[in-house]
């Protein structure tokens, strides 16, 4: 069973409207990331924190998305406004440290966007 | 920046039969190594990893990888399969660094049939 816990586990929007999704990454993990999973199982990076800092974003998400993992509450993703192409399955996932170790992930939230 | 191709979307195998899933990974320099599985509706969970050392690795549930550096290869091996097995199976690569981030295969989807 996984130990990282996201919320919700689907969640289903308007074009245009906001989607948040929110992650409580394993106990101990200070480094947490973002994916998106298509229906084609590619992955696309969006965020990685350590701590409550940004570590590197890719232009979309500083464009489109807001982030944040504050100190003692879940981190969360949030697109601002969606888009069709933002159907997909975000997963989260927490490490012991941001050099390549090995991610625990959760069993991800899966927006569709009508 | 490192890639990896998993050049097989679906690979069928008779349970008790032996397996091999492939991976080849691009980088300018010896890479950290992953193969992930994924239930479904579930998240990612680690098989395996490699960092260095030894080039055969030994993972969960009887599986192994090879490492070979000449052919930029990291295959998953398993002598038999099992029908709970049944899964999609991704390879990752990322690098020694903080900061870094994992990247992906677009996986293999095993069918383990009777």
């Known amino acids: 069973n996984s130990k990282v816990i996201q919320t919700p586990r689907y969640l289903v929007k308007g074009q245009g409207q906001k989607a948040k999704m929110r992650c409580i990454p394993e106990k101990g993990h200070p480094v947490v990331f973002w994916y998106q999973q298509n229906k084609n199982n590619e992955f696309k990076f969006l965020i990685n924190f350590q701590n409550q800092e940004v570590l590197q974003q890719i232009d979309m998400t500083e464009k489109r998305f807001s982030a944040e993992c504050p100190s003692n509450s879940p981190c969360s993703l949030e697109i601002q406004s969606s888009e069709a192409g933002d159907s997909a399955l975000y997963l989260c996932?927490?490490?012991?440290?941001?050099?390549?170790?090995?991610?625990?992930f959760g069993e991800g939230s899966r927006l569709i966007v009508v | 920046a490192q890639s990896v191709t998993q050049p097989d979307a679906r690979v069928t195998v008779s349970e008790g039969a032996s397996l091999q899933l492939r991976c080849k990974y691009s980088s300018s320099v010896t890479p950290y190594l992953f193969w992930y599985v994924q239930y479904p509706r579930q998240g990612l969970q680690l098989l395996l990893k490699y960092y260095s050392g030894d080039p055969v690795v030994q993972g969960v549930n009887g599986f192994e990888a090879e490492f070979s550096k000449s052919n930029s290869s990291f295959h998953l091996r398993k002598a038999s399969v099992h029908w709970s097995d049944s899964a999609v199976y991704f390879c990752?690569?990322?690098?020694?660094?903080?900061?870094?981030?994992?990247?992906f295969g677009t996986g293999t989807k095993l069918q383990v049939v009777p």
């Open positions: 990752a690569v990322s690098m020694m660094g903080s900061g870094t981030y994992q990247r």
């Open positions: 996932a927490s490490s012991r440290d941001s050099s390549g170790n090995t991610l625990y």
